[in-house]
C-alpha cells in the first residue's frame, strides 16, 4: 500500500519530515500528501481561480523537499494536487515537483478537464495520475486514448463496485498503465479493491490512510492484517471479514439522518 494521512497535525516542513520518516520506520515505502493545503483546503471541493500565492507555494515545495530529505531517493513521495489549479499553475507546481522526484502528481487540474490535462501534461515532467473522480470506464477511455496519464486510481465505491473497477484495470492493462484504487471511504471499500487488485496484473498500490486505522479495524470483525505496509488478505469467502453491526449501531454518526 501507499500512506496517506500520516501527518496528521503536521504544519511545518519540519513536522512533515518527522512524520515522514516515521511512517517509513513503520514499514511503509510510500508515502502520499497534498503540501498546499495550508492555502488550498478551501477549494478542496469547489474550484475558484486555480491559483495559489507565491508564499504559499514556497511553504508547500518546502514541505516536500524536507519530506524528500528525510525519507531518502529510495522511498516513493506521490503528490495529491485534489484538482486545484489552472493550466499554468499546474504546469509550473509539477515541474517544480519533478525536481524531487515524485512518483506522481495528482489530479493537477478539475477531473473534467481532459483539455487542459493533455495541455498539462504536454509541459509537465513529472508523471500524472488521475481517476479518483472518473466513475465508469467511458469515464477512463479519454485517459487512455488520449495518453493523459501515468498512473490511474479509480475508486471501488465511486466507479460502482469491483465489476467496473476489474473492467477499467484491464483496458489500463492494455496501455501498460498502473492502477492504484483510491481509498477515503472505509473498511470495506479497502478490502474489496484489495481483492480485485489481486487479479490485476498491473497493479501499483493500494491507498491506505494509517490515521484511520483504528476507525476502520472498530467496524470489523477482526482487525485488518498489515505487516511491513502490506495489507494481508483472508481466504474465507466474500471479502473474508464481517462487519461489527453491533458496534456500528452503538455508534451512529451524529451528522447521518438516513
Ligand atoms: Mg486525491
Not at 479509480?154 to 473497477?165: A, F, K, R, Y
Not at 467496524?219 to 502490506?230: A, F, H, Q, Y
Request: hydrophobic residues 40%; proline residues 7%; negative net charge.
Amino acid at each position: 500500500m501507499y500512506a496517506n494521512g500520516w501527518f496528521t497535525g503536521c504544519t511545518t516542513p519540519e513536522d512533515f519530515a518527522d512524520a515522514a520518516a516515521a511512517t517509513v520506520a513503520q514499514g511503509y515505502t510510500a508515502l502520499k500528501f497534498d503540501p498546499f493545503t495550508h492555502e488550498m483546503q478551501p477549494f478542496h471541493t469547489g474550484y475558484v481561480s486555480g491559483t495559489i500565492s507565491a508564499g504559499g507555494e514556497e511553504l508547500g515545495m518546502d514541505k516536500v523537499a524536507a519530506v524528500r530529505e528525510a525519507v531518502g531517493s529510495k522511498i516513493e513521495v506521490l503528490i495529491d494536487a485534489h484538482g486545484h489549479y489552472n493550466v499554468p499553475t499546474a504546469i509550473r507546481i509539477g515541474n517544480r515537483l519533478a525536481e524531487h522526484s515524485v512518483t506522481w502528481y495528482e489530479e493537477p487540474v478539475p477531473p473534467e478537464g481532459y483539455a487542459a490535462l493533455a495541455q498539462v501534461r504536454q509541459s509537465v515532467a513529472a508523471p500524472i495520475c488521475v481517476g479518483e473522480r472518473l466513475f465508469t470506464r467511458y469515464d477512463f477511455l479519454p485517459i487512455f486514448e488520449n495518453r493523459l496519464a501515468d498512473y490511474i486510481m479509480p475508486d471501488v465505491v465511486w466507479t460502482g463496485g469491483i465489476s467496473e473497477l476489474r473492467k477499467i484495470a484491464t483496458m489500463a492493462e492494455a496501455y501498460y498503465i498502473p492502477v492504484s484504487p483510491h481509498n477515503a471511504m472505509g473498511s470495506i471499500q479497502i478490502i474489496a479493491g484489495a481483492h480485485t487488485m489481486m487479479t490485476v496484473p498491473n497493479f501499483y498500490r493500494l491507498e491506505f490512510s494509517i490515521a484511520a486505522l483504528e476507525s476502520y479495524n472498530a467496524v470489523l470483525d477482526k482487525p485488518l492484517d498489515i505487516r511491513d505496509g502490506n495489507l494481508l488478505l483472508p481466504t474465507g469467502p466474500g471479502l473474508g471479514y464481517d462487519l461489527d453491526t453491533e458496534f456500528m449501531a452503538a455508534h451512529p454518526d451524529p451528522a447521518w439522518n438516513g
